[in-house]
């Protein structure tokens, strides 16, 4: 029976906050070979009826009835039939307009007292009250901040956000929130409030030490709009006359920690009954400069809590133990007379003798202190977070650890496993690797003092980020700070937001503002993206050739990081800013046509700059220039070869990975396993998949790694750990691997040929031994499976409207619609 669900606007669920004219409405169907037909009814502030629409089309159906006004709020169903003339009409869901008029809301914060410790500034509470003199219709609580804003209502938490509103650059844009509390507000009295610290706007960001980028103290600004059962509508905004107080948070920074002192506990602050005599009126703040804009991707919340093994440290300690890495921080529970500080130092790893290992960390402390009040208390930390797996405590001996685990709150849609259980551990490292960088935004790494967002990690890390995880609105909302970063003249960054590491991007750094975009506009079909950015696709080459007019991308090349931290030879950094040029300005050149703005002048410059790789780099024989596998690589994944050339470009590739193994870093890495399998040498692939040797993902699993490293060698029996100042132990580049495992042992690919989940190639490749495997992607337009043992058993699942070609055991190949799917004794796929 076909069913309907899943919907969304802007493929968020419900939400209350958007800032774009025009929705896009997506749904998901079930039990159907196919929709025929859909019909849309909006009702609300605005109304719209599309009519039944024949078409397939299940995803970015764009809201066509009058135009929307902020604050508007409209619920919406869809009703479709299927091949069979069956029809079925979903749930309501619904999605609202944020406000334009923030008044009479002002930005308000409290100045820090003279003895902050150690330069960090306390956490403030702020709060007011406000009389209800009916019963409540409907109201919306907005909040945005520069720096973190935590916002509370009579009493409790007004929902599960954690760092909000997240890093952005504040002179450009602040991101704002949109909290449904009509249940919340009472007849009579009610207390609204904040907790406001200082986050990536006011405390310390990257490496450089200094806090204050954005703003000298960290600003709050809320709004609540209530509309009233008797048809009146009440708005309350921040403002001076609200109360504000420093409270228990004594110290709050991403970097450093948290100091919680537990005597200067403010039980009840935001509740009507609250008396805030000796409070201080809030004070008023020029706030940001950026314009305040809707929250385009899940918040931060609280996943999963994972509990310790408490066991005596050092002398005067007790060491924790959470057995993996995560993101996040500690909860601890404890007890102690008044006054005493329990301390709690976190690291991702030990050292021999048993100490935390925190040379790696940097200049970042991620040390918590708590000062006791003489109860027992539950804590954990609400303005910092980290990478860590170990938590050092001393001044009491805990009653229990926990570690938080915390990041965007995007649902899971891939899954892995196989019969080697080497290569279902390294899928899982990836995983919890990838949840761990994915608060707010890409970062690099989560445990010492960068946390930034590294525009090639990114690039690189995408297909295995975005198998894992829904990620397209986390990834369109941060390529709004990739294109806020660029430069007048068209340089894209190595980070963003462009700030600390502030040059213009190096090879392969820069290019990923334009691979990045078309990556999306792959997996998703997300054309809205695709149009926001082509404009900045194109000024990337043009600013590389405004100062490489011959077409060899020699000046301008930044930092010039080449393939960072390659074992052995790295490949020509001349090679590698060429293949990367002439991959960039083929990309921006599709861009353009895809989105009906064909680009003459990039396509001339996209053939010329390939034509100068061949010319000055590759040989007759299909030898690229230095003959190392990134070389190779690139000149193979970026299309660069005349076709008579591939071959022996492969041949190439395969010689070198016999003769020496692995040797390639960030920028070779995600292509080498693809590359070999598609030369026919799925088994060299299978053999450095699975080698536990150093440099290798099995290397870094069986010296007890439950994460990817940012190098081969972060740590190895002879040489210990690596070089401090660059060895992270939770670094997303490296788990690229994750896209080929579920691609080529699990068999699950997206068709290239097609943008978007709607076609998919099936094709299982066994090899190492591997005797089964099976892998999902529950992709918005719904569930693709693959699972296969042998060459007897294969099954496929294929979402509602989409196809699978099959490539069958026994070397046959079938295209299959919606259904499940099951090899039979003939080698022919059968409906289950």
Not at 458 to 480: R, S, V
Not at 506 to 511: E, F, H, K, R, V
Not at 589 to 606: K, M
């Amino acid at each position: 029976m076909v069913t309907v669900s899943g919907l969304t606007a802007e493929h968020l669920v419900d939400p209350l906050g958007l800032d774009v004219a025009v929705p896009r409405l997506s749904w998901r169907v079930f039990g159907a070979d196919r929709q025929v037909s859909y019909r849309v009814r909006v009702i609300g502030d605005r109304e719209w009826d599309s009519g039944e629409v024949a078409s397939a089309q299940t995803l970015d159906v764009e809201y066509g009835g009058p135009p929307l006004r902020p604050e508007d709020r409209c619920s919406w169903t869809v009703e479709v039939r299927d091949e069979t003339g069956a029809s079925v009409v979903s749930d309501v869901a619904r999605f609202e307009r944020m406000p334009a008029d923030w008044a009479p809301s002002t930005w308000i914060c409290l100045p820090p007292p003279t003895d902050a410790h150690d330069a960090n500034r306390p956490a403030v509470h702020v709060r007011t009250t406000v009389e209800l003199p009916a019963r409540v219709a409907a109201a919306r609580l907005h909040t945005t901040g520069g720096g973190l804003v935590e916002p509370w209502l009579n009493g409790a938490q007004v929902c599960g956000d954690r760092l909000a509103p997240g890093w952005t650059d504040y002179a450009a844009r602040v991101r704002c929130r949109s909290v449904d509390v009509t249940g919340r507000l009472v007849l009579g009295t009610n207390c609204i409030g904040a907790v406001v610290a200082d986050g990536w706007y006011a405390g310390r960001i990257g490496w450089d030490g200094e806090r204050a980028h954005y703003g000298r103290i960290p600003v709050g600004r809320l709004l609540l709009v209530v509309h009233l059962v008797d048809g009146s509508v009440l708005r309350v905004g921040s403002d001076h006359t609200w109360r504000a107080r420093f409270g228990p948070v004594r110290a709050g920074d991403l970097l450093s920690g948290e100091r919680y002192d537990a005597r200067a506990a403010l039980p009840g602050w935001a509740t009507a009954a609250y008396d805030d005599t000796g409070w201080e009126r809030a004070w008023p703040d020029p706030g940001p400069a950026g314009e305040l804009v809707a929250t385009r991707c899940e918040p931060v919340r609280v996943l999963r809590e994972v509990p310790g093994r408490v066991r005596p440290g050092r002398p005067g300690s007790w060491l924790v133990d959470l057995g993996e890495v995560v993101g996040g921080w500690p909860r601890m529970t404890v007890r102690g007379e008044p006054g005493r500080i329990v301390r709690l130092r976190c690291a991702e790893a030990l050292e021999a003798d048993g100490s935390l290992h925190t040379a790696n960390l940097r200049g970042a402390q991620c040390t918590d202190e708590v000062v006791l009040a003489g109860d027992e208390l539950t804590w954990e930390a609400s303005t910092t977070y980290r990478g860590f797996r170990y938590v050092e405590v001393t001044g009491a001996e805990p009653v229990a650890v926990s570690g938080v685990v915390a990041a965007t709150d995007a649902r899971q849609t891939g899954d892995f496993a196989c019969s080697s259980v080497l290569l279902t551990t390294i899928w899982e490292n990836v995983a919890r690797t990838v949840r761990a960088n994915t608060i707010g935004l890409p970062t690099d790494c989560i445990q010492r003092d960068e946390r930034l967002g590294w525009l090639d990690d990114a690039e690189n890390g995408f297909g295995a980020m975005t198998y894992l995880l829904d990620l397209g609105q986390f990834w369109a909302a941060w390529l709004e700070e990739v294109r806020g970063a660029q430069s007048a003249d068209g340089a894209f960054p190595d980070v963003a937001p462009r700030l600390v590491h502030v040059a213009d991007g190096a090879p392969g750094w820069g290019d990923a503002g334009v691979l990045l975009p078309w990556a999306l506009w792959e997996w998703f079909a997300d054309r809205r993206v695709l149009e926001e950015s082509v404009d900045a696709m194109g000024r990337w080459p043009r600013w590389v050739l405004a100062a490489n007019p011959d077409h060899r991308w020699r000046e301008r090349r930044g930092h010039d990081f080449g393939d960072w931290l390659a074992p052995g030879e790295s490949a020509p950094k001349d090679v590698i800013a060429q293949a990367y040029w002439a991959r960039s300005t083929a990309v921006a050149s599709a861009a353009a046509r895809v989105v009906g703005r064909p680009d003459r002048e990039l396509e001339e410059l996209a053939a010329r700059v390939r034509e100068a790789f061949v010319a000055d780099h590759v040989d007759g024989t299909g030898r690229v220039a230095g003959g190392t596998q990134t070389a190779q690589l690139l000149a193979l994944a970026f299309g660069l070869l005349p076709a008579g050339l591939v071959p022996g470009a492969q041949q190439h590739l395969v010689a070198s990975v016999e003769a020496h193994g692995l040797r390639t870093g960030f920028l070779g890495t995600r292509h080498l396993l693809p590359a070999l399998t598609a030369a026919g040498r799925t088994d060299l692939a299978y053999s450095l998949a699975l080698s536990e040797d150093p440099p290798s993902w099995g290397h870094m699993v069986r010296s007890g790694a439950t994460t990817v490293w940012e190098r081969w060698d972060g740590w190895t029996a002879e040489a210990g750990f690596a070089n401090p100042y660059m060895n992270s132990l939770c670094h997303v580049s490296l788990g690229s691997v994750a896209e080929w495992l579920h691609a080529t042992v699990g068999g699950l690919a997206r068709d290239p040929v097609v943008p978007g989940w709607t076609r998919a190639v099936v094709r299982p490749r066994p090899g190492g031994g591997v005797t089964w495997g099976r892998t999902s992607y529950d992709s918005r337009s719904g569930r693709w499976a693959v699972s296969w043992e042998g060459g007897t058993r294969l099954e496929v699942e294929v979402p509602a409207g989409c196809s699978a070609t099959v490539h069958l055991p026994e070397g046959g190949v079938q295209v299959v619609g919606a259904g499940s799917w099951a090899l039979d004794g003939r080698q022919e796929l059968r409906r289950r």
